[in-house]
């Protein structure tokens, strides 16, 4: 199972990053997909998730409105639109799948991307 994040960088506070995450080796319309990021010395915490179906999304409270996230089935793709960029949306983004049924449940994690939000 592999999960790979593009589309970080540096951008300047206003201005938009879109995120990619190309995912292989597992059945991806089955799997509920995320971003989270974390901060230096901090937990993970989750920015926004799309059911496997592509019906529901839900976001964090500090991204709400400025962030959107979207799949493709088709192409086992998972996209973060970033938009109004904030310095404090600085963090390392990862990408994640899972699959949950009854008491079985599976992740997996992408690598990481550094995201910068500077003047």
């Known amino acids: 199972v592999e999960l790979v994040e593009s589309g970080g960088g540096w951008v300047q506070p206003g201005r938009s990053l879109r995120l990619s995450c190309a995912v292989s080796g597992l059945t991806f319309r089955s799997y509920d997909m995320s971003w989270y990021r974390q901060y230096p010395g901090k937990e993970r915490e989750l920015v926004a998730q799309?059911?496997?179906?592509?019906?529901?999304?839900k976001y964090a409270d500090a991204v709400q409105g400025r962030f959107i996230i979207s799949r493709n089935n088709a192409e086992n793709t998972v996209d973060l639109e970033m938009n109004s960029l904030k310095p404090e949306d600085t963090a390392v983004y990862y990408c994640?799948?899972?699959?949950?049924?009854?008491?079985?449940?599976?992740?997996?994690w992408g690598q990481g991307i550094q995201v910068t939000v500077s003047s």
């Open positions: 994640n799948a899972a699959f949950e049924m009854g008491s079985l449940y599976i992740d997996y």
């Open positions: 799309i059911k496997w179906n592509g019906n529901s999304t």
